[in-house]
């Protein structure tokens, strides 16, 4: 198992159980104590963790794992999640993406489109959508693509996901207004609404919503009936919600009953 593997699946038991001890990670990953040992240190000190006699824990009750190590995880639910919100978005809108490993499939879907990026489109000379966000890695995959208006607002980035908040981001958000917002969550639960683990994304994230006439929430199943630091936004503002087959149908008919369209894909 490569060094990255490894990782993965350190940072993977951290954020599932709080805590990693080196014994258990080392059996289960069938390597030696000693290789566990040494990238639990060098994970910490990245801050991606905190070392204890014995095995490491999360940072705080709220655990975030840095965008790069989210990636591969529910790979083919994200792809497939992305691919059906492109399609809730026409041609000529104002899109606002939020960042998120969803969102960024939301983003690689529309940048592949044919009526987006196809040869009639370019004949146009104009635009075919109009994209704002505030996460630098969506907009250096869409900026290359001069059928995009890419707008990026202001703001501090913060290294776990590559979002810029502050009041940079907010000063730009509060001058714009969108068609649909996708909104990349970190939770979603019924009774209290979409949830981020930092309060600076949560706030930019809000008014992605307040500024749109739809509000399109992206997220994998795992993420359903869960609640985070941050809250972003009530399911009030939530028109529609796109997520993966795995959604139990309790949750489906109680987000239907909030009246959230619920899509599987």
Known sequence: MSRDARWDALLELVGKHGRVDVEEAATALDVSAATI???L?????QHLLTRTRGGAVAHGVSYELALRYKTGRHAPEKQAIGRAVSGLVAVGEVV????GTTVTEVARALAVRPDIVGETAVAGGQPTLTVVT?????ASELAIRPQIKM?????VAR??????????????MNEITLDVAVLGVNAIDIERGAYVHHEG???VNRLLAERAQRVVVAADSSKIG?????RVCDLGLVDVLVTDTHIGAEARDRFGEAGVQVVTV
């Open 151 to 155: 707008v990026v607002t202001g703001g």
């Open 41 to 45: 240190d060098q994970l910490a000190e």
């Open 226 to 230: 869960k609640r985070a630091f941050a």
């Open 159 to 172: 290294p776990q996901s590559y979002e810029l908040t502050g009041p940079l981001a907010v000063g730009v």
């Open 96 to 99: 606002g993406l939020t960042g």
């Open 37 to 39: 040992r040494r990238d």
């Open 134 to 138: 505030n996460a630098l890695n969506i």
């Open 201 to 203: 994304e949560a706030s």
